[in-house]
């Protein structure tokens, strides 16, 4: 990595990282199966009735156990406390609390797991490969469907950046993809403990929250060939900045802004006609909110009216109602 500038990789690194699993995470399940292989009542896999090789996988599970954890959650729970007070024996005993907790997790293992079937399930892990000739982007090319992808901040197993590339990739294959980082302290084992959180982002996600959920309804229009003052009156009377113009059949014909008004007055502009922006962008009740967001995005504009498959005006969305529908989402 010697003479890259920040942020830069090698193409060989970036593809190596683009792996679903790092070189640590292979390593720590490697330290598991020479615990159980080690064990010398493994006999090669073949212990089925005879004695179990529970040891080795005591010892797997209480290496891959304090993967799942994290310093933080580590330090909340168990600290630096011994067994027994304050008393220190200086031997090879179980003395701290958290050494006792890992020998009940091993131990609590070894009557619910096979050996062999942790040997094979995680040398499947550290075979699993999302990329396509090193290429994360190539490897998800091709999906339809809609991601959620999860990360939490103190996951040291599976890193928050690893997420964020296949976000990433998503993202070049123009996917539809949505990113949350879970803020924390339970590491890897949090997607078990954050229920809460868990629970309501997977409930967002899947609702798909539309148009309709969160537009203005029954807001205030203007009529086309009203003047310019009696539509600023409307406006302060109303006390909103955008104003969908009506025909006289109740059709869509144009919009009208604050920053029309103040243009103008400037120029001493009489009627509303001379003003307002005929050419509008419209959404609909039930068209994805991340879809209308885009429309307001890539035209500059702060409103949507929304309208029916009549072109009649029933509602408008503002950047405002989707700030706050963003404000609300986050955990």
Not at 26 to 48: H, L, M, Q, T
Request: glycine content about 8%; hydrophobic content about 35%.
């Amino acid at each position: 990595m010697d003479g890259l500038v920040p942020g830069q990789e090698e193409e060989g690194d970036h593809h190596r990282r683009d792996r679903l699993l790092d070189p640590q995470q292979i390593a720590f399940n490697e330290v598991g199966r020479k615990a159980i292989i080690s064990d010398p009542y493994w006999n090669s896999g073949d212990y089925y009735g005879k004695t179990p090789p529970s040891h080795g996988i005591a010892l797997a599970r209480m290496v891959g156990h304090i993967t799942y954890l994290s310093n933080e959650s580590m330090h909340e729970k168990f600290g630096r406390s011994l067994q027994s007070g304050d008393k220190r024996r200086f031997d090879l005993s179980t003395e701290f609390k958290i050494e006792s907790y890992l020998n009940h997790q091993g131990d609590t293992f070894t009557k619910r797991f096979d050996a062999n079937s942790y040997l094979y399930i995680t040398k499947a892990c550290d075979y699993f490969d999302l990329t396509k000739d090193g290429s994360l982007k190539d490897g998800l090319s091709g999906v339809k469907a809609g991601f959620l992808v999860i990360s939490v901040s103190s996951d040291w197993l599976y890193q928050p950046y690893q997420s964020q590339e296949i976000v990433s990739a998503l993202t070049a294959n123009e996917c539809e993809v949505h990113y949350c980082e879970i803020r924390s302290n339970y590491g890897h084992d949090a997607f078990l403990l954050e229920s809460g959180q868990l629970n309501y982002l997977m409930g967002k996600f899947l609702s798909h929250t539309v148009v309709g959920d969160v537009m203005i309804r029954d807001g205030e229009v203007i009529e086309e060939g009203t003047t310019v003052a009696v539509t600023a009156r409307r406006m302060t009377h109303s006390g909103v900045n955008h104003l969908p113009v009506l025909s006289a059949n109740n059709q869509l014909v144009g919009i009208v802004t604050s920053w029309d008004i103040a243009k103008a007055v400037a120029s001493n502009f009489l009627w509303l006609d001379e003003i307002m922006s005929r050419k509008v962008v419209t959404t609909t009740p039930d068209e994805l909110i991340e879809t209308a967001a885009k429309k307001l995005e890539e035209h500059s504009i702060s409103a949507l009216t929304v309208v029916d498959d009549k072109n009649r005006v029933i509602g408008l969305l503002t950047s405002d109602s989707i700030s706050t529908l963003v404000g609300r989402g986050n955990p």
